[in-house]
């Protein structure tokens, strides 16, 4: 990992907290009546203080292709990561995942209850769009708009919501590679695509230039649950921070299980490659984003 991309990450990171703790802090914001100290604990124990923040770090640097600065993009930046943390919170859940460890912390509904996890993962989600309806994300509401629009594709049914079914519904290693795929590009890819698109819509770019990006970040989510998959396939608990070994032993459908470790390895290089390539057009402005996929396929947890 390059000096500049640690530094620019690390940027992204403390932004991102930082927009995120004025968020959940005591206080209701406007048009709030109150805030329940026990949800709004779980929500801060979901959203803050942990996480890499690499979905905020491609919007981020996605709009700074076209020349917003890091200020510009927070508010979509935060909404992004709230939506991001909700999933979490309900994935770990025990009719999702049921899993006991996250950020090598005990999960929502371990350290609360499963309750008060489903709620935190409701008011993180809705805490989301209206950080977008916010004049302060942007000073358009048509660029306000289009990141609404483009959100709630990714985030539900026929998105983020909708691979979550679709790998609920089980098939385990007997789907096929088009089947995982398209499971895999909703669940993970589709927050990923959002990102990069995001940061085109708040940098004006044109149609070909959001296509493009958005295109680019659906590749990055291939490469991220790849590399996803195979830390649990071969990663310690410890070095994860979370549970591992799960896929292999819930039968779960995964490019790993059908392809092996190696050629698992052998997409992943692929999947950052299209990656790589789909960046050309944008020459070295795009080097934080060209770091930022390495970065992923690099990633041990």
Do not use: W
Not at 15 to 30: G, I
Not at 90 to 102: E, G, K, T, V
Not at 256 to 274: F, K, P, Q, R, S
Request: glycine residues 10%; hydrophobic residues 50%; contains cysteine.
């Amino acid at each position: 990992m390059g000096d500049e991309f640690a530094i620019r990450l690390k940027t992204a990171q403390d932004a991102t907290e930082a927009v995120l703790e004025k968020l959940l802090a005591d206080a209701p914001l406007a048009g709030e009546i109150a805030r329940p100290p026990r949800l709004l604990a779980a929500m801060r124990y979901a959203a803050l203080g942990g996480g890499k923040r690499l979905r905020p770090f491609i919007l981020i640097e996605s709009a700074r292709l076209f020349g917003r600065a890091t200020n510009d993009a927070l508010g979509a930046a935060a909404a992004l990561e709230c939506v991001h943390c909700y999933s979490l919170v309900h994935d770990d859940l025990p009719a999702m995942d049921d899993d006991a460890l996250r950020r090598g912390q005990p999960t929502v509904h371990r350290a609360f209850d499963e309750a008060t996890a489903i709620l935190a993962g409701d008011a993180l989600l809705t805490l989301a769009f209206a950080v977008l309806a916010d004049p302060a994300t942007d000073p358009d509401p048509a660029v306000r708009a289009e990141l609404t629009a483009s959100l709630a594709a990714a985030a539900g049914l026929g998105g983020m919501a909708g691979g979550q079914m679709l790998d609920l519904a089980g098939g385990g290693a007997a789907r096929g590679d088009a089947e995982i795929r398209l499971m895999q590009a909703m669940k993970t890819g589709a927050l990923f695509r959002h990102a990069a698109e995001a940061g085109a819509i708040l940098g004006r770019a044109g149609d070909k230039e959001r296509a493009g990006l958005a295109a680019f970040g659906a590749a990055l989510g291939l490469a991220f649950q790849l590399a996803d998959d195979l830390i649990d396939a071969t990663a310690s608990q410890a070095a994860a921070g979370k549970a591992t070994a799960k896929d292999a032993a819930r039968g779960k459908a995964t490019l790993v299980a059908i392809h092996g470790i190696a050629g698992a390895m052998t997409l992943l290089d692929a999947a950052v490659n299209e990656a790589l390539t789909i960046l050309r057009p944008f020459g070295s402005r795009a080097d934080m984003l060209r770091e930022a996929a390495r970065f992923v396929a690099a990633r041990e947890g």
